[in-house]
């Protein structure tokens, strides 16, 4: 990983010279959770400048990076991020939290993001998952494998949302997703069951054989609601 970035700031330097301000890393591979083969490294770079041709000048620099197997790199000016933070809120809180400087200054050390609308968004954000949880259960097969990849498709997206929940209700930031689900269910009283068991499939702790896909699913969506909730209640009364 470390060779992998140092060529990728290396790159970037080359390709962008003064215009690159700073390159940041932020995602799994800062938070501990990052797994070869499976997460990619997340990047940003501040730039002074973002017009087509200074784009073009990180082309080919982005197209090797895709070949190693991650997203191209979030490009930003300093102004473009600062006027972002109020659309971006979780995004930008958790890059601000949880991120590694591989280049440059870190601007994030005194970067604001507007609490008030980050709460309005990460209610917004649960409840509009919520909607398309639904909409995936009614919309796939009526079988194991539909149900399951559901559920692993959305693990991730949950697990983040719930941290920030917590978050924008003034709980500490739990250490992990296992952690996170503990916190929302005590938060709650939902039962925890179904994510525990998707994130132990994940991690390889426990074999599909030894977890029911569909009493899992109903206890998936039953948990995803019942927390939903609670988290709208509780925030509108921040």
């Known amino acids: 990983m470390e060779a992998k970035l140092n060529e990728l700031v290396s790159r970037l330097k080359s390709a962008a010279n003064q215009n690159l301000k700073a390159v940041v890393l932020y995602g799994s591979a800062v938070t501990g959770e ?13 730039v002074e400048r973002a017009a087509a041709a200074d784009l073009e000048r990180l082309h080919a620099t982005a197209e090797w990076w895709i070949q ?21 809120a979780i995004e930008l809180l958790d890059i601000k939290h949880h991120h590694r400087l591989l280049f440059g200054e870190d601007f994030l050390v005194n970067f604001e993001v507007p609490m008030r609308l980050y709460r309005l968004q990460v209610e ?72 525990h068991a998707m994130l132990d499939l994940k991690e390889g702790k426990r074999k599909l054989n030894d977890v029911d896909v569909e009493v899992s699913l109903h ?11 609670e988290v709208d209640r509780r925030l509108d009364a921040v």
Request: glycine share 4%; charged share 20%.
């Open 124 to 195: 917004r954000s649960l409840r509009a998952d919520w909607v398309r949880l639904r909409q995936a259960i009614l919309g796939a097969p009526s079988n194991k494998k539909a149900h399951l990849a559901i559920m692993t498709r959305s693990l991730s997206t949950f697990c983040t949302l719930f941290r920030h929940s917590l978050v924008a209700l003034g709980q500490p930031e739990p250490a992990n997703k296992h952690d996170t689900v503990a916190a929302v269910a005590s938060l709650s009283g939902a039962d925890p069951s179904a994510f």
């Open 34 to 46: 990052f797994r070869v083969g499976h997460s990619d490294l997340n990047t940003l770079c501040l």
């Open 68 to 88: 190693q197997g991650n997203h191209p790199p979030m490009i930003f000016t300093l102004d473009e991020l600062r006027r972002s933070a109020d659309v971006f």
């Open 219 to 229: 206890a998936y969506l039953e948990f995803v609601e019942v927390v939903t909730n």
